[in-house]
């Protein structure tokens, strides 16, 4: 679910945060980074207990759909296109990175970007 998944990091990511796209926001962390304060983060979106029924559709839809997986093969064929793009035009385009549908390029020039985009 959470793009720090992909690195199989032996203990987990510190903090991870999520907002709009999830139909609610919030912060989830290790215990002993806790605020020794509660509430002490807090915002529209996170602390408000009726985004949690928003949140919790959005994640049975997510797996109903089975839209990881394919947010995986669409992000790696984008990958592919782009890593092709970055060989044919090596003056152009570099560094292609990503994972899932995150993916992204660097341009020469900031004006051939602004064109591009």
Known sequence: ???HEHYNLEHGADIVSFSKKMLAGGIYHKKDLA???GARIFN???GEPSKLVLLEAVLQTIARDNL??????VGDQMFKGLEDLSAKYPGVLANTRGKG???AVDCDTAERRDKIV
């Open 44 to 46: 529209t979106w996170v």
């Open 101 to 103: 549908t995150f993916c």
């Open 68 to 73: 990881l997986a394919r947010v995986t093969e």
């Open 35 to 37: 605020p020794k304060q």
């Open 1 to 3: 679910m959470w793009c």
